[in-house]
């Protein structure tokens, strides 16, 4: 009969925590029941929302979970918060942080070490085991270390895979970005779009995800023509919040409507959706990552928010007459760079090395980029292409399952281990924190 064992699972930011944990813990569940105890520790994260903690703990997987706070205390003296026991065996999964992490923490506890790696894999020397995404990052290893090496496939395609809705109605998802540089222009932007949209093509609906670091109240603030100087320079309708029953939406002064998504992470909803509009940043990565075609927006607008930067751009930015020649040269020279060089900026087309997305740099207005959406929605093969596209940049699915099948060949357990389930986890069948 199997002993139970360990399972500590280090992750960060809110993208790990809502798309690689939660199908690793529920294929490790669904595999071993419940001889594994599973343990979520976080780490720090300068994208972190705040509420990781609160979302793994949702997960009935889990058993515990350490917030971000107490990390540091944990790697370097081996203390939780809680003071955690822990059993003789174990392993510990990377998902998502410093890849060092795992090798001191492994270390510490004399656990095995298992690292799932999208991009790039360190410390081949002395972690146990790697899952990775694609042969790329394979190729990249010395030789005699492969062997250590498996490739699993995509965790973001674990959760892509997931039933996808489809509508008659095409649906048209707007992601304005989360940060205040961004959201000056986005929000006045895809609502003035929106309206152009919808004049064409009154059927189409829209919905907004709102970003977990924001609220709707910043979308009304980056909305208020008299708050945000670019909502004149989109001509962009006015706004305000109304609901239907508890489900919020924006009213745009000329009829439009603009669901809002308040829920986290918003897949179910953005699955949906025919096409997104999305600012550059993360959002382009979590899209990619679920196959949705978008059109990557670099507004050059933007570089009016250099007056807000500190330091000599921002003071030259804010003189009169020489900072609006400032602004306007630099922005001439970023497009003229940015087309010399082939460089990209959204996530999918770095991921490839290749425009698998259209990225939209320059001085974009609604009525242009309204335009292009409904040839898209005219012609459902480019969407159809660009989907393709973006399902083979990535890797395969099931990505949850392998990585669970490694972590019982590190313990050297196989699936006749399964026949008798463990005792229930009491705290005198386990060793206590190593450093208390």
């Known amino acids: 009969m199997a002993q139970p064992f360990d399972l500590i699972i280090l992750t960060n930011g809110p993208g790990e925590v809502t798309t690689w944990l939660r199908p690793v813990v529920q294929a490790v569940r669904a595999h071993w029941g419940s001889l594994p105890r599973i343990s979520v520790v976080l780490a720090p994260c300068s994208h972190s929302t705040g509420q990781e903690a609160a979302i793994a703990r949702s997960y009935p997987e889990v058993d515990r979970v350490q917030a971000a706070k107490h990390f540091f205390p944990f790697l370097l003296w081996g203390k939780t918060a809680e003071s955690w026991s822990w059993f003789s065996q174990g392993v510990v999964l990377f998902l998502g942080g410093d890849q060092f992490f ?31 995404m694609n042969a790329q990052v394979l190729a990249k290893i010395p030789p005699k270390y492969q062997a250590k090496f498996q490739v699993v496939g995509d965790l973001m395609v674990d959760i892509s895979q997931e039933a996808q809705q489809t509508r008659t109605t095409p649906i048209i998802g707007l992601l304005p970005g989360s940060k205040g540089m961004k959201l000056a222009q986005g929000v006045p932007l895809l609502v003035a779009t929106a309206s152009v949209i919808r004049r064409q093509r009154p059927a189409v609906k829209f919905l907004l995800p709102v970003a977990p670091t924001i609220t709707v109240q910043t979308l009304l603030h980056y909305g208020d023509r008299q708050r945000n100087p670019m909502v004149k320079r989109f001509a962009a309708p006015a706004i305000e919040l109304c609901h239907t029953g508890d489900q919020p939406y924006l009213q745009v002064a000329d009829g439009t409507q603009i669901q809002l998504v308040t829920d986290f992470p918003a897949h179910q909803d953005l699955r949906q959706c025919q096409l997104c509009l999305t600012t550059v940043g993360a959002n382009t990565a979590e899209l990619g990552a679920l196959g949705l075609p978008m059109l990557v927006l670099l ?18 930015a804010k003189i009169p007459w020489l900072g609006t020649w400032f602004v306007r040269w630099l922005n001439r020279r970023i497009i003229t760079h940015a087309r010399k060089h082939q460089v990209r900026y959204a996530w999918p087309n770095i991921w490839a090395k290749k425009d698998i997305v259209p990225e939209l740099l320059g001085e974009l207005d609604p009525e242009t980029l309204g335009a292009l959406v409904l040839d898209y929605l005219d012609h459902p093969e480019k969407l159809k292409a660009m989907q393709a596209s973006l399902q083979a940049c990535r890797g395969e699915a099931g990505a949850a399952h392998k990585l669970t099948l490694m972590i019982g060949d590190l313990l050297h ?11 229930p986890v009491h705290p005198q069948d386990s060793r206590l924190n190593q450093g208390e």
């Open 102 to 132: 795992p090798l001191v923490i492994g270390k510490r506890l004399g656990f095995k070490t298992l690292i799932y790696a999208e991009w790039e894999a360190r410390w081949w020397r002395w972690i146990d085991a790697f899952g990775v």
């Open 299 to 316: 507004p050059t607008q933007q570089l009016d928010a250099m007056r807000a930067w500190d330091g000599i751009p921002g003071l030259i």
């Open 413 to 423: 357990l196989t699936t006749v281990d399964l026949g008798h389930q463990p005792p």
